[in-house]
């Protein structure tokens, strides 16, 4: 069983910056990727990004690609977002999201969740 816990979401003005982390703990194997998604209420998940286990592949979402970008941190464990340049649309809870077939770009994808981390960007 694999388990993600989110940190990081808070309350931010337009044009900040919030740096959201995701812990994985659990058995993970090296088809492992894992990913970021947003929702808001009534809305469909939105996919953001996403990494392979080594980090070697990373792909983003139109929307994230520019402002958004996924890096590793101290632990191998973690996964970070940074977000910069949020604006109001950004507003959201934030999930991150673990998938076993390499790949985790569409919910279908996600084997784990995490309860998700809230993200508010105040115009």
């Known amino acids: 069983e694999v388990h993600l816990a989110e940190s990081g979401g808070n309350l931010v003005q337009t044009g900040g910056s919030l740096r959201l982390s995701c812990v994985t703990s659990g058995t993970i194997y090296r088809t492992f990727a894992m990913g970021w998604f947003r929702q808001v209420p009534g809305q469909e998940r939105e996919y953001i990004a996403f990494t392979d286990f080594n980090g070697g592949r990373r792909h983003y979402a139109d929307s994230a690609k520019g402002r958004f970008t996924l890096s590793q941190g101290n632990a191998k464990n973690t996964l970070i977002l940074q977000m910069n340049s949020l604006q109001p649309e950004d507003t959201a809870m934030y999930y991150c999201?673990?998938?076993?077939?390499?790949?985790?770009?569409?919910?279908?994808?996600?084997?784990?969740w995490g309860h998700g981390t809230q993200v508010t960007v105040s115009s």
């Open positions: 999201a673990g998938c076993d077939i390499g790949v985790c770009s569409v919910v279908p994808d996600v084997n784990y």
